[in-house]
């Protein structure tokens, strides 16, 4: 396979695409679609979220300083690409896209209800790196969906239609290739 060299930059892909919400469940919240996202530890559970300071959401983050984490389905995907590419400054995003405030545990903010899996998060660190700033996050409560829980009370998240950003584009999660230690399973 022969291969070119690109000009530095991201080409990281797949990556988890998400709704973050934030604001207050009882006032003004808003909507921000954010596909820099990811686990930075799992004791303590910590997470992070990207975004560029010019965006309507930064402020309310950095004000409140917690936000949920909203995994995104193919049900979702237009709301998902909604979420992202308009701003909140003109709209209201939960209302447009026909999308339900539910009560978090921990946060003041609402948790998207349509969503299979909500994280909720308040903010230790903000690191201004350049074109977006990194709020590195305590994960204080997680929510799941009873639809996606056996009677063993498994959770069969792979079940719920997660998607994945790519490259300027959205993706239904494929069929299964692995799972984790199969490479050394007798």
């Not at 003041?108 to 349509?114: A, S």
């Not at 409560?141 to 959770?155: L, P, Q, R, W």
Request: net charge positive; glycine share 8%; aromatic share 10%.
């Amino acid at each position: 396979m022969s291969k070119i060299n690109f000009k530095p930059g991201n080409m990281l892909y797949p990556l988890p695409v998400v709704m973050v919400s934030c604001g207050n469940i009882n006032g003004f919240s808003n909507i921000i679609t954010v596909a820099w996202t990811g686990t930075i530890c799992t004791n303590p559970p910590m997470v992070y979220i990207s975004v560029r300071p010019e965006r309507h959401s930064y402020n309310i983050i950095k004000n409140s300083g917690e936000f949920v984490i909203n995994l995104s389905t193919k049900n979702l995907a237009h709301a998902t690409d909604f979420c992202g590419v308009r701003s909140g400054k003109d709209i209201d995003k939960w209302q447009a896209c026909g999308l339900t405030k539910e009560a978090a545990d921990t946060v003041k903010c609402p948790m998207v209800k349509e969503s299979p899996v909500n994280i909720e998060c308040h903010v230790t660190e903000i690191k201004e790196l350049g074109s977006h700033h990194m709020f590195i996050a305590d994960v204080t409560a997680i929510h799941a969906s009873t639809e996606y829980m056996d009677k063993n009370n498994k959770f069969h998240l792979n079940n719920s239609g997660l998607i994945a950003y790519s490259h300027g584009s959205y993706f239904s999660l494929g069929n299964q290739a692995g799972t984790f230690g199969f490479s050394v399973k007798k």
